[in-house]
């Protein structure tokens, strides 16, 4: 007996209402598992899996890699041999954990069943997706195409590393994997565009006697056109918004931050600190939440349907972080709690799983206050702006060994620029100068960052 059941795109949360295709882990012809991953979606939040409600046989793929996909829109036919399954009974919490990263496997996904099925969306520009090798009837009843005919299957890679690839023009059937789980790596995507780029054996001018009609040469690419979507959409239209919302103040200062490094290299050599990567980021990130304590109005927001100012009692510390899909602002919540060790290692955590890629919504969501490290750039200040939603945020600028005054002498000495941004409807000049410089003198002298840490 055979039973079509159709899979729609949930509705992930968050107010979400699309998500663009990266890649299909399925194809027609593969037999899946009830909760296996068939697609990785990215949306203006994160990348995420869709694990099947459904256990059974693929039978069509609605949408093509790459396409924007509105919630409610079928994505995919599975035969379940059996009785049709009822996607009205999907329940609401089964989505929100897995879209938030929870490691727990539910069977169905909220949003099946949505009324009124949306539509697919193709690259802007009017042209759908290439597709090399179009599957033969023949071909797709076994789930391969005419590439894979031989064997091959899809090369396995992370969205960042397709994401990468497709940049550089990269076939990712081309590229050697390396992984672990046979998967083409970032590491593997960079070497061979090494590769790529090396001179011929026997150097430049190696080809120079062949005889013939030379080939003509690949015209010089005058631009390269990259779609804005998912998280470098999202990213945009916040940072539109609150440019255009927040009336933002820039302050700077200036600071000798040769003790805290001191400091630094003293925990570093601590047992309690001997299986944790300790940065200055996690100094400067006690320093400014001992700050915070005396000046709470730089953790709050403007409500503007209430018209009031919420100050909030708890701090989300909000860490940009440049990854490969772009900007994120991952947030670790309840930081104020912390200790230096627990903080350390919260950072240490937050930054791996957004450079994978792998940062679940929730931790994108409820930020308070952001810190941004210019200085790893070797860049020294900036006038940073503010994360949708927050008072204020700090930015980090290089540190540089230069001549500086030191009890009363000429000596060589660390420093580094802070630059604070915050939104005056909330936080008044003398308010931001005092917290900014709260900052600075604890990162000057740290003895508070033991005494109150």
């Known amino acids: 007996m055979s039973t079509i059941n159709t899979f729609h795109l949930p509705d992930l949360g968050e107010g979400l209402t699309e998500a663009d295709l990266v890649t299909w882990t399925v194809g027609v012809g593969d037999t899946i598992e009830l909760n296996q991953v068939i697609a990785e979606v990215e949306t203006a939040k994160a990348s995420v899996e869709l694990p099947s409600p459904y256990a059974g046989t693929v039978v069509a793929l609605h949408a093509a890699e790459g396409d924007t996909i509105d919630v409610g829109r079928p994505i995919i036919d599975i035969d379940t041999g059996g009785e049709p399954v009822d996607g009205s009974d999907v329940e609401a919490e089964s989505a929100a954990a897995a879209f938030e990263g929870e490691t727990e496997r539910v069977p169905v996904l909220v949003g099946y069943g949505v009324a009124g099925e949306g539509t697919s969306r193709r690259r802007r520009g009017g042209t759908a997706p290439r597709v090399d090798n179009p599957p033969s009837p023949d071909s797709a009843t076994r789930g391969i195409t005419p590439a894979d005919a031989e064997g091959r299957r899809r090369p396995l890679a992370k969205p960042p590393v397709r994401f990468l690839a497709k940049q550089n023009g990269v076939d990712l059937a081309a590229v050697t994997p390396t992984g672990r789980h046979g998967e083409v790596t970032r590491a593997d995507v960079t070497g061979y565009l090494s590769d790529q780029k090396a001179p011929p054996e ?7 006697d062949v005889v013939g009609d030379p080939t003509p040469a690949t015209p010089h690419l005058e631009e390269t ?4 979507k998912g998280v470098r959409k999202h990213t945009a239209a916040a940072m539109v918004s609150s440019a255009f919302t927040a009336p ?4 700077f200062v200036t600071i000798d931050i040769t003790e805290t490094l001191e400091l630094l290299d003293r925990l570093r050599a601590h047992r309690r600190f001997a299986e944790t990567r300790l940065t200055p980021l996690a100094l400067i990130s006690k320093a400014l939440l001992i700050a915070l304590r005396a000046n709470p109005s730089l953790n709050s ?15 989300n510390l909000g860490i940009a972080a440049a990854t490969p899909r772009g900007l994120m602002v991952p947030n670790i919540k309840g930081a104020e709690r912390m200790s230096l060790h627990e903080l350390a290692g919260a950072l240490v955590e937050l930054t791996t799983t957004a450079k994978s890629g792998k940062t679940p919504p929730a931790d994108l969501a409820g930020g308070t206050i952001t810190i941004t490290n210019v200085g790893v750039f070797g860049v020294d200040s900036g006038t940073p702006i503010l994360n949708p939603g927050e008072a204020a945020i700090l930015c980090v600028g290089a540190i540089r060994r230069q001549p500086w005054e ?15 941004s915050f939104d005056h409807r909330l936080v008044d000049g003398e308010q931001g100068s005092r917290f900014l410089a709260d900052i600075g003198r604890i990162l000057s002298d740290p003895f508070e960052l033991i005494a109150l840490g």
Do not use: M, N
């Open 202 to 208: 026997g150097g430049a001018h190696a080809d120079a």
């Open 225 to 228: 056109r990259t779609p804005i």
């Open 248 to 251: 933002h103040v820039t302050e």
């Open 301 to 315: 927001h403007w409500d503007e349907d209430a018209q009031e100012i919420v100050t909030k009692h708890y701090v």
């Open 406 to 420: 030191h009890q009363g002498e000429i000596a060589l000495r660390s420093v580094t620029t802070l630059s604070l």
